[in-house]
């Protein structure tokens, strides 16, 4: 691969990177108990949970469990994933 | 190539002295350098300042060590810096001061005094002898000439102050002429 | 024309005929008086540019890298500590390949504390991938700005370069220079079009971070560029004798060199000094000559090599110390001569501005003559 003159890089798409793979454990959201406070979104580090009722993408989601950590009704249980 | 030394005391002009001697010889049209003894620029510390004249291009970058000519600007100077080391035979040394001098030059050299502060103080108003000593300088050694220097004067100064300098000038070029003569 | 001025400030028109975009500098002894022209110079509309006023030689350089990045052409100036504080945005404007071009007014580093001249400040910063440029006088510091540029921003280079003066010696010195025109200074110089730069309408990054699997090879290609700019160096210098009669299209220069069998290397200033010394010895039938280092950095071993190949001494002339080594040209002219047989002696001279004289120079060619070196001249006698 040539190299770019003075490492210049053109911006890559963070969309391009599937970072589902990387899971360990999978967030399951309970949407009887979830009251869409919306903390789960606010705190996810990928950016991968979407409004309505709150469910990751688990294109991206990397399973870090903060968003279980977080929810204040405990709608989300971090189950370890069959791969 | 003539080399010039000027003593002086930081705040009395002598850089800016050496700088307009070597406008007003090139002008002339000779090849000159000028530079100061680069200290620390502080009110009333002995400086120095060099000017070199020559008819090719001036590469030496050394300090002067064995002028021609010698200007001192303040002959308090005398007693605390050897300001006439390495003067040499048949050199010319103008020292600023009012009173007989009680110092000996060296042999074969010609010592010029002139009260360029009365002349400062009377034309100009300050206790500023730089161009003063630039006029006696003019008429002592001939390496500038007059009109030249005037012509640097007008260059560096506002109207006001630069016709006021070259009259101060001009009174010390005529009267060292006519010590000369 | 010939006309006499202050180094500094025919450095600092030089500056203004090269249109410079972008002036970020933070004022120091010596090289204040430059960078107080240019700052009047864009106060009164003499020089259409951006100068920012910054708080840090850090902060001088990090703005130029910015405006550069963006597709300025772009100067700054400093010396001794101020260039020290900018030593890591150095390495970065090199490594991203920026153009950036910088007077050194060349002075010692502290401690103790000094403003005087001596040229360890560029030399520290040997490593960091500027083109170095030194000049003998005030005509050369001024036309080395030019060439400067056009090597800098050459496509095939893209490298910042130091145009480094003796600070004081150079820097304060009053002397006839002659100056181009505009016009001239155009047709020499044309507008900076940059390959690629800062763009929000087409996003690029500068200087992203490089794996262990690829950082090894950004240092290769960095080093190549700056040992092939040497051909650019070669051009841009012919085409300026060409175009103004002043021929710098050398990296090395001869004095006196095709009999000579002492032969003194030396950069910068100090170079005068050494012709005029060279002159008399001549007169009283010594063969002494003089070979002239202009450019330091790409480092030109070949055409040293090839110039000092009849010597049968060599004595270098170092206004440095790599301290607990030997004086930084030293080290790379006994490089270049690896293996010729030619005797390489080293003396460290004129650190922290102590005054060369004719008399000097005489000594270390006597030195030489006798096959002694590597030493300091004119100590004084209470340290050894």
Redesign the interface.
């Known amino acids: 691969m040539a ?1 770019a ?7 890559g798409k963070g969309r391009d990177n599937k970072t589902g793979s990387w899971r360990v454990f999978k967030p399951i959201f309970d949407h009887e108990q979830c009251s869409k406070c919306g903390t789960c979104q606010t705190i996810c580090p990928e950016g991968c949970i979407t409004e309505g009722f709150f469910d990751p993408d688990y294109a991206y989601c990397k399973g870090c469990g903060l968003c279980a950590e977080e929810c204040p009704k405990d709608a989300i249980a971090m189950k370890q994933e069959e791969k | 190539m003539r080399e010039l030394r000027i003593h002086g005391r930081g705040g009395q002009g002598s850089v800016t002295a050496a700088e307009l001697i070597a406008v007003a010889a090139f002008k002339g049209g000779v090849f000159s350098q000028a530079f100061p003894a680069f200290g620390v620029e502080r009110r009333g510390a002995p400086v120095q300042a060099f000017v070199r004249f020559d008819d090719r291009k001036v590469r030496l970058r050394s300090q002067v060590y064995e002028p021609d000519y010698i200007i001192v600007q303040d002959s308090t100077l005398i007693k605390d810096v050897n300001v006439f080391s390495g003067v040499k035979k048949g050199g010319i040394v103008i020292v600023n001061t009012e009173k007989a001098p009680d110092y000996k030059v060296p042999d074969g050299v010609r010592l010029i005094t002139i009260n360029a502060t009365s002349i400062a103080l009377k034309v100009i108003g300050l206790p500023i002898t730089n161009t003063s000593l630039m006029g006696a300088f003019a008429a002592a050694t001939g390496e500038i000439k007059f009109d030249a220097l005037k012509n640097a004067l007008m260059h560096r100064f506002p109207k006001e102050l630069a016709e006021k300098n070259i009259e101060a000038a001009r009174q010390a070029f005529e009267y060292v002429k006519a010590e000369v003569a | 024309m010939l006309e006499i001025t202050e180094g500094s400030m025919a450095v600092a028109d030089a500056v203004r005929l090269c249109r410079p975009q972008v002036v970020a500098a933070y004022p120091i002894t010596p090289q204040t008086h430059i960078v107080e022209a240019l700052a009047e110079m864009v106060a009164n509309g003499k020089l259409d540019a951006d100068y920012i006023t910054v708080e840090s030689e850090f902060s001088a350089l990090s703005a130029c890298l910015g405006a550069s990045a963006a597709g300025s052409r772009t100067y700054s100036a400093t010396t001794s500590q101020g260039l020290a504080l900018m030593f890591e945005v150095c390495f970065n404007v090199a ?4 153009p950036i071009i910088m007077t050194i007014a060349n002075r010692a580093l502290g401690a103790p504390l000094s403003i005087w001249n001596d040229q360890q400040d560029s030399i520290s910063l040997r490593d960091s991938g500027w083109l170095q440029f030194y000049a003998e006088d005030n005509q050369e510091a001024t036309d080395l700005h030019y060439i400067a540029y056009r090597v800098a921003e050459n496509p095939a280079v ?1 490298l910042p370069a130091f145009v480094c003066f003796d600070g004081f010696i150079l820097s304060h010195t009053y002397e006839p220079v002659d100056m181009l025109s505009q016009a001239d200074a155009d047709r020499y110089l044309p507008k900076y079009a940059p ?2 730069r800062l763009d929000a309408a087409d ?8 794996t262990p699997e ?1 950082y090894l ?2 240092r290769y ?1 960095t080093d190549k560029a700056l040992k092939e700019a040497k051909s650019a160096i070669h051009a841009a210098g012919k085409e300026f004798g060409e175009m103004f009669g002043r021929d710098y299209s050398a990296m090395v220069e001869g004095y006196q060199l095709e009999d000579a069998e002492t032969v003194i290397v030396a950069m910068g200033s100090i170079c005068g000094t050494v012709k005029d010394t060279i002159d008399e010895l001549r007169k009283e039938g010594k063969k002494v000559g003089l070979l002239k280092i202009r450019v330091f950095r790409p480092f030109p071993s070949e055409d040293l090599a090839k110039a000092l190949k009849g010597a049968k001494h060599v004595a270098v002339l170092d206004k440095n110390i790599s301290l607990g080594a030997k004086g930084a040209v030293a080290l790379e002219v006994k490089d270049a001569l690896y293996g010729s047989g030619i005797p390489v002696y080293d003396y460290i001279i004129g650190l922290g501005g102590r005054d060369v004289q004719k008399k000097d120079i005489r000594e270390v060619v006597a030195l030489a003559e006798k096959g002694k070196g590597d030493q300091f001249i004119g100590l004084r006698k209470e340290v050894l």
């Open positions: 190299l003159v003075g490492c210049r890089a053109r911006p | 490594g991203m390949r920026l893209q390959t690629e996003p690029i990054s500068f200087g992203m971070y490089a690829y090879e950004f290609e």
